[in-house]
Every structure is written in C-alpha cells, then in structure tokens.
C-alpha cells in the first residue's frame, strides 16, 4: 500500500474523526497546520505517534523530549549551552531548531510529494528525515550534499550539522551520515587549502577530530598542520586544551624536518608538543642506528649482539626475478608490541607471503666487516637456498587492535583471530575477536583468571592459555581452555610449576612448554588424560625463547639466558628423548613473535642485548639455513604477537 492508498483510507477514516483535520508542526519561530493523515501518510514516527495518543497510550520512544540549546553562536560558546526540555503535545509535533523555509519546505513536500534543496535547508532537512523516519528525504539530502559540497561551503555545513544534532534526540547513527561525509570529503580533498582559512580556526573539536580519523585523511604538509593544530588551541585553549593527546595522535612527527623538531623544543609555548617530539626524534635514531654504525663504526671486534646493519644486507639479498605470489595466499599479521621508548605500540602490520627466491651471498667481507657469528664466516653458505618473499599490504579494518595491550596472546582459529589477555595497568581478562570473513572486531569471551605473560598455543581445535603473571603479579601455574563451540573459558589441570615467560608448541594432542624466567625445564600436558609430566631439561635457563615442533622434535630457538640473548638452535628429540645442536640463528634474539608457514619458520622482531629490532629471521626446515629478510617491520618492536591466514 503505497502513501496515496495510505492517504485515501486515512481520510475516509476521518471524515467521522472531525478533531483529526488539524495537526500542528512547530519550529522554533513558525508553525503551520496540516492534516494529520497526510502527515500519518508520509511518517510512520507520526503515525505511530498519532496511535500512541488515541490508544491513550504512554509511549517512550515517540513521546520524544526535545533538548534544545540556547546560545548557539560563533563565539564557540558550547560549554555555556542551556538546556531546554520540550515535550511534544497531543496533536502537534515540534521538529526542533529549524528555519520558517525548512518548514514551509517539508509541508509543500508532503502535499506534492517534490522536495526543492538548496545550501540552507539541506542539513536541517536531513535531521527532519531522520526525527519523522522518512528514509526519501534522507537519500534526497545525502544525494543533494555529495554533489554540491565543495571548499567554500563544506565547513558552513559541518557547522549547520553541528548545531542542529546538538538536540541529543537526534544522535543516531543516521546523523553522523553527514558528519563523516562531510568530514571525508574534507579529509580528502580540501584540508590542505583549509589550513590557510581564517574561518577554520573556528571548527568545533568533534568536528576537527572527525576530520582527521578519517582513513582517506591526506594532509601535504606535517608541519603545517602541527602549526595549525597549535594555533586553533591556543584561540580557545581553556576549552581545546583537552583534546591535546587525540589531535597528536593524527600528526606524524616523525615526517617533520628535524630542525624544525628540535626548535619546538626549545619554544615553551609549544611545549604541548614536547614529549611527541622527543618520542619522534627517538624513533628516528632508531631508525637511522644502522646507518651510523655502517658510516661511523670503529670496526670493533666486541659486538655484543652481532646484529647486521639495515642498509646493506647482501647476504639475504634477492635476485632480479620479481616475486610470483603463492597459491594459497597467506597472509602475516603482526599484533602490536614493545617500542624502544619502552611504550607499547597498539599498531597492526600486514604483509602478503609470495614465492620463494633465491639468496646468495655476494659480499666475501660481509661477515667480517657486520660481525656476523663465526658459524656464517664461509662464503657460500647461503648459495641456491630460497626463503620467502614479504610485501607489506594495508587492510581498513586491521590498523590498530581495539585495546591496548601488553603482554597478550594471538592466535587465528576458525578464521577467527582472537586476542586475549595482556594488561594496560594489570592483568586483563578480556579478549578481542577479528572475525576474518566478515571483516569486522568484537568482544570475546572472558579468562577466568586474568594474566599477561602467558603462552597461548591451539591443540586439537581448543586453544589453551597457559602460566604467566596474574592480577595481583603472582606467577601462575593455572592453565585455561576455550572451546569456541563453548565460548567460554573453563579450568584445566595446573603445570607443575608456576611459569611466565616461558614458550609453548603443540602437537595434536599434547602440549608442550619451555623454559620460562630463570626456569630451564620442559613439561609436557596430554590432552586426552589431563594430566602434566616433566618431559626434560636444558643445559640453561631459558625465557622468551622461539619454539616448534618440526618431524617429532622441539626446536629451541634464540631466548635469554642469565647472561643475555642467544642465538642458539637447540634440538629435543622428543622418540629419543636425545638433545642436539642445530644451526645458530644469524642474529641474536629473544621476545620475538614466531610463525610457521609450509617448510619455512618466522622470528619476526623481538630484541638483543641492547633494543628492540624491526628484522624478520627465517629458517629453512628443508635445507637447515637461516637468513635475514630485506623486508622490515616499520617499527623496532618486541614482544609482538603473529598470526598466518590464507582469507585475506
């Protein structure tokens, strides 16, 4: 039944109602009469609103109170707003802050069913759609703004919208449909002009933050928006002041000229941005560390970690055939991490694994000029091995995790990449869920106790917890389990030892865990009893080692031990019960993230003796061989979690 049909059924219905003909819609200045089936016709908020009143019914959503601010102005004002309640009265409708056109507008509308929009009415128009659920007005309003916004007017509009939603029985997710049109079409293409624009000194901060967490959000010049940012607080600081981090947040520091960098430090009235600045200008040593040991170095014969420069890596160096990408199109995703300010980064890193290439050694004084461990001094020893192939890939949904965390596990199971514990402040209990199909994050069951520190690992479709540091930083021995046909975490048989730090591998039906602080001891956990056993122990005490398990045996990779980082490969032959020496790792880690992919082994990060690193290791189960990957993290990170998936 179509609005017509509607229209006629209800006017036959109030030839016998005559108190029915007159209905009211009021704005702040004007009100016209109309009749209330028409009205009914084109509403369904009105009709349901009509029924509610003839029922003599108290309805709660469609008795809609009004909150109405006064002093809306250019003066930016907002926090001295007045709040003014308006309830709507039995045969009226009150359609908020709207002009006397607005309204003579939307009344020939529901006469003629045509709507004429132009710049002054579309916003209001809009909110008029969305207070009576007129979907058509709506589209009429979206359709008239992505054809008509331009640089002159887009910030008149954001401000129209802004005032008009500040009547909060109209935040719904319908409105902020103009908000992030807006604010897109801004972040993309006219940001860059606005800077320069007098009048932008007066955007509201929601509508500024809405700006710059756009993911089009495109901005020439760093430093220029640094400099507006500084500006626009200090026109209303009292009241911008606050929003300080959340702005920082959007500027890349690290992109600005480091003169300019360093004279922010020297001026106090930018010292807002002091502590951004020193945190960039660290990550750009970092960055450039490599560089300078490459330029500068003395050439000592005492290198603590042995770590190999960043700018000339000729002994992972790729040959001149592009890459071909891999049938199965897997996929590496890196989780967050420890910096090397010490912070902890919320940041997600994606990459695409393509086909292996060949890598040749081609440098005879490679190992002598970078220090490379003895074992790699002969000159062919990486001639015709083939390792893998990175290309780092942006995904919308998978920039940042939702919490920050530290400390967590990850772990990808029935396409589901799960998050679980860590802590902010103290150990946490909750978890995130990224469901890979359908693109999109939610909140996942809680632990039962809450711990950070821990070995996650999968193990016959249930994925374990294990150990770690609880909420009141005691060690645990405690081990959890979450059946995801379950989705809700329930107790195991405890280790035999409490343990953090330590590693975990799984095989279909046993678990096995290694080391731990100051812990030099294997345990082993049956799935199908229940129970845990001792299984060995190391010749050291072993922490944030990498491990697997590759044709019957635990490989022991890298880790800590009393003295510092490792670089050693230690074999337990799990038939035999045997411990043997295999290939030491090119360079010296522990707290690296660790994935497997086909016949090849992931260390991605992690940290030696003096800072975190931004390398990837890869071992070679085929052909026993190390190397250092040419792609790079973009960030010095330890602590990291990985996860592979073959869905995105």
């Known amino acids: 039944m179509g609005p017509f049909d509607i229209c006629q059924k209800l006017h036959q219905q109030q030839r016998t109602k005559q108190n029915d003909c007159g ?3 009021e704005c702040e200045s004007h009100s016209q009469i109309v009749h209330k089936c028409v009205l009914r016709a084109v509403s369904t908020k009105i009709d349901q609103f009509c029924m509610a009143e003839e029922e003599n019914v108290e309805c709660s959503t469609d008795n809609i109170n009004i909150n109405c601010y006064d002093n809306i102005n250019n003066n930016n004002n907002n926090n001295n707003h007045v709040s003014n309640t308006v309830k709507q009265s039995k045969n009226s409708f009150y359609l908020g802050r709207i002009s006397a056109k607005t309204l003579d507008t939307f009344v020939k509308y529901i006469y003629q069913s045509e709507i004429t929009i132009d710049d002054l009415t579309v916003i209001e128009l809009y909110n008029v759609g969305v207070l009576l659920n007129i979907q058509f007005i709506q ?3 979206i359709n008239y703004l992505k054809t008509s916004l331009n640089e002159n007017n887009c910030l008149i509009f954001m401000r129209q919208n802004n005032n008009v939603n500040n009547c909060e029985n109209l935040l719904s997710s319908n409105e902020y449909v103009v908000t992030y049109l807006i604010s897109m079409f801004i972040a993309k293409t006219s940001l860059n002009k606005m800077l320069d624009n007098h009048e932008t000194m007066n955007i509201e901060p929601k509508e500024l933050l809405a700006i710059l967490e756009q993911d089009d959000f495109k901005v020439q010049d760093e430093w220029k928006l640094l400099e507006f940012i500084h500006i626009w607080i200090k026109k209303d600081y009292d009241n911008r002041h606050t929003y300080k981090e959340q702005l920082c947040e959007h500027i890349r520091f690290q992109l600005i000229d480091t003169m300019k960098l360093l004279d922010i430090l020297e001026n106090q009235e930018m010292n807002i941005f002091h502590s951004y600045v020193k945190n960039a200008l660290i990550d750009l040593g970092q960055l450039s560390r490599s560089v300078a040991i490459a330029k500068w170095n003395r050439k000592s014969n005492h290198s603590i970690d042995k770590e190999l420069t960043l700018t000339n890596l000729p002994v992972c160096d790729l040959n001149s055939d592009s890459p071909k990408q891999t049938t199965e199109n897997t ?36 190992c002598k000029n970078y220090n490379i461990d003895e074992n790699y001094s002969n000159n062919n020893y990486m001639e015709s091995c083939t390792f893998p192939y990175l290309k780092q890939i942006i995904l919308p949904n998978l920039k940042t995790m939702p919490s ?3 400390g967590f596990g990850a772990i990808n199971l029935n396409d589901k990449i799960y998050l679980v514990g860590g802590k902010p402040k103290c150990s946490m209990k909750t978890s995130n869920i990224y469901d890979i199909s359908l693109g999109l994050w939610s909140s996942g069951p809680n632990l039962n106790i809450g711990r950070s520190w821990y070995s996650i690992t999968e193990c016959d479709g249930v994925m374990y917890a294990i150990g770690g540091v609880g909420e009141d ?29 330590c590693s975990v591998c799984s095989t279909n039906n046993e678990i096995i865990v290694v080391g731990g602080v ?11 009893s229940g129970k845990w056993q001792f299984l060995a122990k190391m010749t050291e005490v072993r922490e944030a080692s990498s491990v697997f398990i590759h044709n019957d045996c635990v490989y022991v990779c890298g880790g800590a031990n009393e003295t510092g980082c490792v670089n050693t490969t230690d074999i337990f032959s799990l038939k035999t019960t045997i411990w043997s020496k295999g290939k030491p790792m090119i360079l010296h880690r522990a707290f690296a993230a660790t994935r497997i992919w086909n016949d090849y082994i992931f260390l991605i990060g992690g940290r030696n003796n003096m800072e975190p690193s931004n390398l990837i290791q890869t071992y070679n189960l085929k052909t026993n061989e190390w190397a250092v990957l040419p792609q790079t993290l973009p960030y010095l990170v330890s602590n990291c979690c990985a996860i592979t998936t073959s869905l995105l």
């Open 23 to 25: 209905f009211l819609l």
């Open 139 to 141: 589209d009429a309003c």
């Open 331 to 366: 996929s590496l995703i890196c989780f967050g991490g420890r910096l090397c300010n010490k912070s902890f980064s919320s940041n997600i890193t994606c990459y695409k694994i393509f086909e292996m290439k060949s890598f040749i050694n081609q440098d005879e004084n490679l």
């Open 404 to 406: 920050l965390r530290k």
């Open 473 to 501: 930083d005691q060690n645990l021995s405690s081990v959890e389990m979450l059946d995801p046909r379950v989705n809700k975490w329930e107790s195991c048989s405890s280790m035999l030892r409490p343990r953090f730090g």
């Open 518 to 528: 100051s812990d030099s001891t294997i345990e082993m956990y049956d799935i199908t």
